[in-house]
Each structure stands twice: as structure tokens, then as C-alpha cells.
């Protein structure tokens, strides 16, 4: 299947906006920065259902890792990221660099998700 987010064809000088293009470090290993586009960002509100609340309130009970809260907080981490490189894609970007993720709750039960980073487009260090 077509990678729906990234349809422009990547070139051998001009590598693919992927996952491995995607670093919380200032720079890119074997990569230069060429051109800064700016800052991108992904955001998400989530709140949790009754039911899961609910749920979620069985789960403590018993003690340890609290299933339907990490499953919760992995999907809003995963669209902010998904929407970040998108960003990323729309300005022409082959990498972001310097990825945070950040969290605010802002009233009880509901929460924003923010994950930015730099958009870059990078070059192939030669040696």
C-alpha cells in the first residue's frame, strides 16, 4: 500500500521523510542540514470515556500497569506524531530533528498531547 503521506518520489540526493528521518537529537547522524523550514507541530485533546474511566478505575484496584490508560495515551502520542510528520511533509521537509513530545491537562480527564520538532531538509555528508 502507497504511503499516502509522503506521495513525492525521493531522489538518490534527497532522502525519504520516514520514520529513520526522525530524530530527537539536534542533528541527524551522516546527515547535514541544508535548509530550515521551521517548527512543526501534531496535537491532540483526548479524554476517556465513562466506560473507560470506569475500567480504568477496576484496573487500579488491582495495582500495576493500567492497560487502557497507556493504550489511551500511545494513540494520542502516535496521531501527534503522525501530524507532525505530515506537517513536516507539507513544507518539503526530508527530516525533523529535535523531537519533544509535551502533555497538559487541561481540566480533569481531559488532556493535550503536543509533539514538535524542527523541519529540516538535509543532505548525504560526504566523506
Same mark, same amino acid.
Given at each position: 500500500? *502507497?504511503?499516502? %503521506?509522503?506521495?513525492?518520489?525521493?531522489?538518490a540526493?534527497?532522502?525519504?521523510?520516514?520514520?529513520?528521518?526522525?530524530?530527537?537529537a539536534?542533528?541527524l *547522524?551522516? %546527515?547535514?542540514?541544508?535548509?530550515?523550514?521551521?517548527?512543526?507541530r501534531?496535537?491532540?485533546? =483526548?479524554?476517556r470515556s465513562?466506560?473507560?474511566?470506569?475500567?480504568?478505575?477496576?484496573?487500579?484496584?488491582?495495582?500495576?500497569?493500567?492497560?487502557? %490508560?497507556?493504550?489511551?495515551?500511545e494513540q494520542? =502520542?502516535?496521531?501527534?506524531?503522525?501530524?507532525?510528520?505530515l506537517?513536516?511533509?507539507?513544507?518539503?521537509?526530508?527530516?525533523?530533528? *529535535?523531537?519533544?513530545?509535551?502533555?497538559?491537562?487541561?481540566?480533569s480527564?481531559?488532556t493535550e498531547?503536543?509533539? %514538535?520538532?524542527? *523541519?529540516?531538509?538535509?543532505?548525504?555528508q560526504?566523506?
Amino acid at each position: 500500500m *502507497a504511503d499516502p %503521506y509522503n506521495s513525492a518520489p525521493a531522489t538518490a540526493s534527497s532522502p525519504r521523510l520516514d520514520d529513520t528521518m526522525v530524530t530527537t537529537a539536534p542533528e541527524l *547522524a551522516g %546527515y547535514r542540514v541544508v535548509r530550515n523550514l521551521g517548527l512543526v507541530r501534531g496535537i491532540t485533546v =483526548r479524554s476517556r470515556s465513562v466506560v473507560g474511566n470506569f475500567l480504568g478505575g477496576l484496573q487500579t484496584l488491582f495495582g500495576g500497569n493500567i492497560t487502557i %490508560y497507556t493504550e489511551l495515551c500511545e494513540q494520542a =502520542r502516535s496521531e501527534t506524531y503522525r501530524d507532525m510528520v505530515l506537517h513536516a511533509r507539507q513544507l518539503g521537509a526530508n527530516a525533523v530533528i *529535535a523531537v519533544r513530545y509535551d502533555a497538559t491537562e487541561l481540566m480533569s480527564g481531559l488532556t493535550e498531547v503536543l509533539c %514538535y520538532g524542527t *523541519a529540516v531538509v538535509v543532505e548525504p555528508q560526504r566523506s
